[in-house]
């Protein structure tokens, strides 16, 4: 986006924007190694004085695109873009804090795929991701240079036949990889007229040496001009849409808005609203910022410029009272002359009620540090079949761990916390620690569900196990018999009725579950199972004596309701079938 142009525009209000373009892919596969190669040949290729500084994004006008490309562009694209808007930061996490309503900001992403390597488990995510935003993407095979006795002064033809033959089995385990992700693909040059429409490109790239960069900026180039004209048709007197990229703490500034603009112009002095934690933020724009370039930058401390107006695309930091609460993710739009700023704040209340989640459905509770990321998880866990009670932006506090343990009452498999790059508060661990609360958190997301998925699936098993042998029975805790108060409490109870064995769950009268039978022992001997009126010690885990449970309290078995479903009644005892209408009675009273 370069800036004077824009202005010399305004008279010509419809415009095609600059696409914006994301980088993802697994770690150390080469996404930044790729845009820093982009950003130097850019900042090589012109004068600094004539770069257009952006927040958070790098311009790669079409001068600089004809010039890395050299007679690859020459006369082939007609849509009249002034160049790409790469965004600086790769991976999951920005690529998801670009989201707008029914999709992505992003207009094409870049999968970087370490050709030596292929798909990896977070290469699988950036997939799932690109599927459930409908972006579409091109393939950068990286790091072919690497592959065993390849010349990087040759092209791939000029390679010795054993470095092609490596190079080809490589090659067709990716197009494996993406027919495993349901995507048809093939090498970019085997594509002809129509074919973006049914397959991913790859393309052989190195970011080290710069090897086939040039023909994935053609590809990108191509896939704008054939597929995103009318997306990337824009209306220069229109207010502005942007999302926020990041909210950020400058010294001196205060609370600051990272944004990435994608429709319309924005000025200084324009009233915009956008989306927080609570109700949406209406303010005016006291300064429109860009880095300054760095030659002009004497003090680090002086590393912005002020502007007066911009136009999309483009990264700019906005300056604003109140804005400490925006959310990145979120939505920023500019209220224009006659439009109703509280309208435009119900529109953001919906959008972001559409992702955050509100239920008494039985389900986990997600936490997330953005409203991107949790759109991203909610999505992904959607297409799993994991239902969802809560899905919330912001650090896991106590109400997140009383929304678990409500579920756990019910079934412990969904009682659980999935915190994505978020901090569990001080109460809410110890309140998680006291309860028995599992809180599953990582920064990557694929990780977080396959580790609920993995413990899920193990503790179903348990219970499916159990099932079989968890009755009814009734038991109370014996006075002046508490021989360890808690890991593991050791006390000795009396069954007053029904049969007690390892491994099932206790409940107490007011139906809170805590803790788990470990095992029983009578007269110092290890037993298997303990019956009506049998006095024995038993171990319990997960409680401590005189915080969870007292002596004298009565506990019983719990019993999930389809397991009670599951009892043959006229198998039971008469002392099993009190016990078992006792228990029904508690949970009734949940």
């Not at 986006?1 to 080469?30: A, C, F, W, Y």
């Not at 012109?46 to 006008?61: C, F, L, M, N, Y």
Request: aromatic share 6%.
């Amino acid at each position: 986006m370069k800036e004077q142009n824009n202005n010399n525009q305004k008279t010509r209000r419809s415009h095609i924007r600059e696409p914006i373009i994301s980088v993802l892919g697994h770690v150390d596969h080469g996404k930044t190694t790729l845009l820093d190669w982009i950003r130097g040949s850019a900042v090589a290729s012109r004068e600094s004085g004539h770069i257009t500084q952006h927040i958070g994004a790098t311009d790669v006008p079409m001068e600089i695109i004809n010039k890395i490309c050299g007679g690859l562009t020459a006369g082939k694209f007609k849509l009249g873009l002034d160049g790409l808007l790469f965004i600086d930061t790769p991976g999951h996490e920005a690529f998801t804090n670009l989201r707008k309503r029914g999709g992505s900001v992003s207009d094409i992403a870049i999968l970087v795929v370490d050709i030596n390597e292929g798909f990896m488990p977070q290469t699988i995510e950036a997939v799932e991701i690109l599927k459930s935003y409908k972006t579409p993407f091109v393939v950068a095979a990286n790091k072919i240079d690497k592959i065993h006795g390849w010349n990087k002064n040759d092209s791939l033809k000029k390679q010795q036949d054993h470095v092609r033959a490596k190079y080809d089995e490589k090659f067709w385990n990716l197009v494996s990889d993406l027919s495993k992700q349901g995507f048809n693909s093939d090498l970019y040059s085997n594509f002809g007229a129509g074919d973006f429409a049914k397959k991913i490109a790859i393309v052989p790239i190195s970011a080290k040496t710069g090897t086939g960069i040039s023909e994935l900026l053609t590809i990108l180039m191509g896939l704008a001009q054939q597929y995103l004209q009318k997306k990337l048709t824009i209306d220069y007197g229109m207010p502005a849409k942007g999302t926020i990229l990041e909210v950020k703490e400058e010294q001196g500034l205060g609370a600051t808005l990272d944004v990435i603009l994608y429709d319309g112009h924005l000025k200084k002095g324009d009233k915009i609203v956008l989306g927080a934690k609570g109700d949406p933020i209406i303010t005016k724009i006291k300064a429109i910022l860009r880095p300054k370039p760095l030659d002009e930058m004497m003090d680090p401390r002086q590393k912005f410029s002020n502007t007066n107006e911009v136009y999309a695309s483009c990264g700019i930091k906005l300056i604003a009272t109140g804005v400490e609460k925006a959310l990145s993710g979120a939505p920023v739009y500019a209220c224009g002359k006659d439009m109703d700023e509280n309208s435009i704040a119900d529109e953001i209340r919906k959008e972001i009620g559409e992702i955050e989640i509100s239920s008494d459905r039985v389900g986990v509770i997600v936490k997330a540090d953005a409203l991107g990321s949790l759109e991203a998880i909610v999505n992904i866990l959607s297409r799993n079949e994991i239902p969802i009670r809560r899905g919330s932006v912001g650090n896991v506090s106590k109400n997140d761990i009383a929304e678990a343990i409500a579920v756990k009452n019910n079934d412990k498999n969904f009682g659980v916390i999935l915190a994505f790059n978020t901090t569990v508060l001080k109460d809410a661990k110890i309140s998680a620690k006291d309860n028995d609360i599992i809180i599953f958190k990582s920064d990557i997301i694929y990780r977080l569900l396959d580790d609920y998925t993995e413990w899920h699936d193990r503790e179903k098993k348990i219970m499916f196990e159990q099932s079989s042998t968890v009755t009814p029975a009734k038991i109370r805790l014996l006075p002046k018999c508490v021989f360890r108060h808690s890991e593991p409490a050791i006390v000795g109870v009396e069954i007053l009725a029904g049969t007690v064995k390892p491994g099932c769950r206790l409940m107490r009268e007011d139906a809170k579950v805590v803790g788990k039978v470990r095992g029983m022992q009578e007269k110092k001997e290890g037993i298997k199972s303990a019956n009506k009126g049998q006095q024995v010690a038993m171990s319990i885990d997960g409680i401590t004596i005189g915080k969870h449970l007292n002596e004298g309290d009565v506990v019983y078995p719990f019993i999930s309701n389809e397991d009670m479903d599951n009892l043959i009644i006229d198998e039971l005892t008469d002392d099993e079938k009190d016990a078992l209408r006792e228990i029904r009675r508690i949970k009734r009273g949940m």
